[in-house]
Structures are given as C-alpha cells and as structure tokens.
C-alpha cells in the first residue's frame, strides 16, 4: 500500500462473538494494552461473557503442541493426519472451550468444523492470526471494495510499468515446449499467449478445472494429485435495512447457530466510506462451510440472514431489508482436510518455468489466507525472475520473529526430539 501511496485502510477495530445466547467474547485492541508473553496476553485480555476460567486454563497444556509445531516440513508430517478436534481432544481442552473458543475460530480461520480440519492446519493458523504475539488479532479493514481501493491503484500501476492486465480471460489450456520440460504458451480459449514463464495464481477448484482440460498437465502428478484436494462452500450477503440499527463493533463473529457453518457480520456503515452517512444499515453477513444455504433461494435466504441477525443484536428483527445482494461461492476456499498435506504442492513445479501462488501452496513463511496468497505469489515471481535472468527480485518481510520465550521452547524440544530419534527405533506413527 505504502508503495502505491494509498491509505485504503480503516484504523485498528475492536470485534464481538456471539452465540444463539447472545454476547458471549468482546475483544480489546490488544496492542493498546500492556504486552505480556504471548500467548497470555491473548487468554488474560480477552473479555469472555460467559466461559468460565477453568475451561479456558484447560487451555495450557495445548501449548506444548505450539510449540512443538513449528511449521517445518517434519511438523506438518506429524500433525497432519490427525484431525483438530482429536488434537485439542487429546491435549484435554474441556468441551465448552473446544465448542465455545476453538472451533468457532476454526469454522472462520479454516472454514470447517474441527472433525474436518487438519491440525497442523489448525495450529499453523492459530499461531499466525491469533497465538504468535499479543498485536496479532487485531485488525483494520478495507474502507471500500478491495477491487476499487486496491486492486485498481494497483493495475494501474502495472500498466504506468508497461504490463497490461487482460480481465474476463479463462485460462482453459497450456502448450507444451518442443523439450517437453517448459511450458511455451497458455490458451485462453480462442486465444493463445506465447510465455517465457507461468504462474498459476489460482485457486484449488480453478486449478483442478485447468488439469483436467490440458493433457500437458494431467499427467504429471503434483498437477493431478490437485484432485485429491477440496474445497469449501461460502455464502456472501450484503443487506440494506431500513433504518438505524446500532451495532456496537464494525466485526463480529458467530457460532453455534448450525452446527457445521460459522458465519461473520460487518458493520459496513463503520467501515466502508461510501456507507458512512447512510440513514439506513448496511451489513455484510458471510456464511462459511454454508454447504446447505447454496441450494436455497434468495427468498429463503434472507430471512434466516435476518433471524440469526435478530439473534444477535434483537433490533434486526424489527427492521425490514430494503435491498440486497446475495453471492453463492461454491468450492470457493482451500479446505486443509486432514492428510492433505502431502498432495499440497511447492511453489516451483516439475515445469522448469513454471510456478504456483495461493493460499493452499506450501512455503515456509508462516503466513496465512491472503498474506500467504500475497507471499507465494511473490516467491513464484522471484523464482521466475531468477530463472528468466532479468527483473528486479521482490523484497518479502518475514513474519515477526517468534517470542524469545517460544524460540527457545522450540529449541529444546527440537533437540529432545533430534535425541530421541538416535535412540529410540523409528518404529511408531509420527
Ligand atoms: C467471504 C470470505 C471472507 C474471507 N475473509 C478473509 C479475511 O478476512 N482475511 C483473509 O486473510 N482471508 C480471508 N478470506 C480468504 C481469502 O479470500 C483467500 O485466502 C485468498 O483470496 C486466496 O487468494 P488466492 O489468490 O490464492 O485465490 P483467489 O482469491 O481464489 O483467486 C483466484 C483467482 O483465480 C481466478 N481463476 C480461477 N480459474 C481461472 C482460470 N481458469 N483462468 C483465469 N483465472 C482463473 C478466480 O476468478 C480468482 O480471481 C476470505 C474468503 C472468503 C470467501
């Protein structure tokens, strides 16, 4: 943003969870208050409603698995296999944490319930968003579309640069080099572009359809072992009530209103500057795992949007939706099912000159969801850059170093496990 000289974000913004019961999680700016190791400043800031504290210190030997996940290759083998909800299970958190904490971060970090996530998956991300260090929750937001306030500065910026931006083109093929170990073109139906490299910035769903239409792809197998990787559906709605309804934080999160789907609304009157003066509200509800909402019409939609609104803030079931946009995302996001690692694919490709981006491509920065979208697709470019001999290699920032606490956990416990290995026989399941 710094570098396109645009502010297009909100400042810090506090967010509230609710249940069916109501209120249940309001969280401070964490940053704002005095820092502590993490993760307590996460467990001791954090203003719960309703769980008690013995349900949150059920917590604490869970931190071990923190630790001892450290988002190398070797961890990932070892907790990867193993479901979320059979992680925190053996680790003992009580019930009403798993239900009431965990697995709402989950059904909204991960986009499915516990029984379905892969616990490296699981760890990996609540380290990253949550865990990692007491600023990490907190969050600004977009004040506009991502499209106009983003991602237009951003073409045009390309195209001041000489590159052009071809929008409504579906890649549907690519063309294979005389060699048969590059990749000389991409097809764009009718169209063929003639390349020097490829990187495939797309997601799981879109990557599968390309494979199974391009025989130069099918066969090789980190492309067709895509197929064994899934996805999960999303439901988006923005409605227009008519009136002022007050809702006390821009962002909140909700869970146990179905049991498989976790959904997030926004206050975009707080948020998005058109929406600023309004005298109506304008919230955007998202539904993820919504697998049952897809088939519904927007006439069946709109009512249960508006009764789990109600749910939460009662003055939504007063209020009549004057106009709306309903988005149905089918397969739309990576789901890390549990034992998907090994059919996750790096960055560069058996294709000399040809790389992958995204969410579910697996490096080793530690980010997540589009900071890790972001990252690979910068290290495909390097990758392409350093390949190609030409082009300036794009500056990547590391995630903030871990705690000087954790590091040196993580230290002893890789040295009790290098240890262990030299006498112990590798003779049980990771
Ligand atoms: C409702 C919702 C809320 C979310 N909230 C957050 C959040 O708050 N924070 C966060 O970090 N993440 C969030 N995410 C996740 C985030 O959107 C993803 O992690 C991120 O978009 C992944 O980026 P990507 O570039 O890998 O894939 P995508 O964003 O899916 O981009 C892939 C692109 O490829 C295009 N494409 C597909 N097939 C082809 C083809 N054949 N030819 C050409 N183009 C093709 C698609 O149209 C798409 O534009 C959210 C997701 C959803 C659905």
């Given at each position: 943003?710094?570098?396109?000289?645009?502010?297009?974000?909100?400042?810090?913004?506090?967010?509230?969870?609710?249940?069916?019961?109501?209120?249940?999680?309001?969280?401070?700016?964490?940053?704002?208050?005095?820092?502590?190791?993490?993760p307590l400043g996460t467990f001791v800031y954090t203003q719960f409603k309703r769980l008690p504290l013995s349900d949150r210190l059920s917590a604490l030997p869970l931190l071990y698995a923190v630790v001892d996940f450290d988002n190398s290759d070797e961890a990932w083998r070892r907790y990867d296999s193993v479901t979320a909800r059979e992680l925190f299970k053996q680790f003992g958190v009580s019930e009403?944490?798993?239900?009431?904490?965990?697995?709402?971060?989950?059904?909204?970090?991960?986009?499915?319930?516990?029984?379905?996530?892969?616990?490296a998956a699981a760890l990996g991300m609540l380290y990253y968003f949550i865990l990692a260090h007491q600023p990490d929750f907190d969050v600004v937001w977009c004040r506009g579309t991502v499209g106009e306030w983003i991602f237009r500065p951003w073409v045009q910026a390309i195209e001041r640069m000489g590159g052009a931006v071809l929008a409504n083109r579906r890649v549907s093929d690519v063309r294979l080099s005389a060699t048969g170990d590059r990749l000389s073109a991409v097809v764009c139906g009718d169209e063929v572009f003639a390349a020097d490299a490829v990187i495939f910035s797309v997601g799981i769903t879109g990557m599968k359809k390309i494979v199974a239409g391009s025989s130069a792809l099918r066969s090789r197998p980190e492309f067709g072992n895509v197929s064994n990787l899934g996805a999960i559906d999303v439901l988006a709605t923005r409605l227009w009530f008519d009136r002022k309804i007050k809702i006390p934080k821009p962002s909140n999160a909700c869970f146990g209103f179905q049991p498989t789907t976790g959904w997030t609304f926004f206050d975009l009157n707080a948020l998005h500057d058109e929406?600023?003066?309004?005298?109506?509200?304008?919230?955007?509800?998202?539904?993820?795992?919504?697998?049952?909402?897809?088939?519904?019409?927007?006439?069946?939609?709109?009512?249960?949007?508006?009764?789990?609104?109600?749910?939460?803030?009662?003055?939504?079931?007063?209020?009549?939706?004057?106009?709306?946009?309903?988005?149905?995302?089918?397969?739309?996001?990576?789901?890390?099912?549990?034992?998907?690692?090994?059919?996750?694919?790096?960055?560069?490709?058996?294709?000399?000159?040809?790389?992958?981006?995204?969410?579910?491509?697996?490096?080793?920065?530690?980010?997540?969801?589009?900071?890790?979208?972001?990252?690979?697709?910068?290290?495909?470019?390097?990758?392409a850059i350093a390949q190609l001999q030409q082009g300036t290699f794009a500056k990547i920032v590391p995630v903030e170093a871990d705690q000087p606490h954790i590091a040196a956990a993580r230290q002893v416990n890789r040295a009790l496990r290098q240890l262990g290995s030299k006498v112990l026989p590798s003779f049980w399941l990771p």
């Open positions: 943003m710094d570098e396109l000289d645009i502010q297009p974000f909100t400042p810090f913004t506090r967010s509230d969870q609710y249940s069916p019961a109501g209120l249940e999680v309001e969280s401070p700016i964490f940053q704002d208050l005095p820092l502590l190791p993490s009403r944490l798993y239900r009431e904490s965990f697995e709402p971060m989950l059904l909204v970090g991960l986009f499915a319930p516990g029984e379905q996530c892969s616990a929406y600023k003066n309004e005298p109506d509200t304008v919230v955007e509800a998202d539904f993820y795992h919504a697998n049952q909402f897809l088939p519904l019409s927007d006439a069946e939609i709109l009512p249960l949007v508006q009764q789990d609104l109600a749910q939460c803030i009662p003055d939504f079931a007063q209020a009549q939706i004057i106009d709306y946009s309903v988005i149905r995302l089918p397969q739309a996001v990576s789901h890390f099912a549990p034992g998907s690692y090994r059919y996750l694919p790096p960055t560069q490709t058996s294709l000399s000159n040809v790389f992958l981006s995204g969410d579910w491509v697996v490096n080793r920065h530690g980010s997540w969801s589009q900071e890790k979208a972001y990252v690979t697709g910068l290290e495909a470019a390097n990758l």
